[in-house]
């Protein structure tokens, strides 16, 4: 099993990324999908997850209204729309799956796969 993100970069403040994290899961569409990020020093953090078909969204308030994810299960593949993008946003973004019975959201635990990250730098 593998998740490969990819869609990092150096970017402006204000300036818009489009993170893509494509996964070798069989049955993906039975995998909540949710995106990380790690800044130099602090602890992972939760961003966004999406349900397995996709209507259901959630958001830390952090990117809430800047951020939206997104998910095509016949591609295997996740999104993240990065938007007005601000320095604070700084980190690496990891993407993850949490399967089939899990809870809704999944609690960072019950991720039971993780990409390598991709690097997202924001300059003010």
């Known amino acids: 099993v593998q998740l490969q993100a990819s869609g990092g970069g150096l970017v402006q403040a204000g300036g818009s990324l489009r993170l893509t994290c494509a996964a070798s899961?069989?049955?993906?569409?039975?995998?909540?999908m949710g995106w990380f990020r790690q800044a130099p020093g602090e602890e992972r953090e939760f961003v966004a997850a999406?349900?397995?078909?996709?209507?259901?969204?959630i958001y830390a308030d952090s990117v809430k209204g800047r951020f939206t994810i997104s998910r095509d299960n016949p591609k295997n593949t996740v999104y993240l729309q990065m938007d007005s993008l601000k320095p604070e946003d700084t980190a690496v973004y990891y993407c993850?799956?949490?399967?089939?019975?899990?809870?809704?959201?999944?609690?960072?635990?019950?991720?039971?796969?993780w990409g390598q990250g991709t690097l997202v730098t924001v300059s003010s």
């Open positions: 899961l069989s049955a993906f569409s039975r995998y909540y």
């Open positions: 993850a799956a949490a399967p089939v019975g899990s809870r809704w959201p999944p609690g960072p635990n019950e991720y039971d796969y």
């Open positions: 999406i349900s397995r078909s996709g209507p259901i969204t």
